[in-house]
């Protein structure tokens, strides 16, 4: 059953098309008008907006959560990796630490 890849192109190419399909002509340029359409709008000013919309809510939720945790004091110190609680740490396990 294995046919030589020219005969198998050959037949598709033979082959009656539909009368549904569309032609391809004109395909290609119609795409690269597309593709200039959509960068002259985004040129316009489209581009500048989403830009700015994204750094306001940045810039509102740097502000929210800063706010938030700047009100809360620290639980615990810095040194409470050196109390009797660091034994329990997994790095320690893996050592054979006790």
Do not use: C, N, Y
Request: net charge negative.
């Amino acid at each position: 059953m294995a046919k030589d890849l020219d005969d198998l192109l050959g037949a598709l190419s033979a082959a009656p098309t539909h009368a549904g399909d569309a032609s391809l002509d004109g395909l290609e340029a119609g795409v690269w008008a597309k593709i200039d359409q959509t960068r002259r709008a985004q040129a316009v000013g489209g581009g500048v907006r989403v830009q700015l919309a994204v750094a306001l809510v940045a810039l509102a939720m740097g502000a929210v959560v800063g706010g938030v945790a700047g009100d809360r004091q620290p639980v615990r110190s810095e040194a409470a990796l050196l109390s009797e609680d660091a034994g329990l740490a997994f790095s320690v396990a893996i050592e054979g630490g006790a």
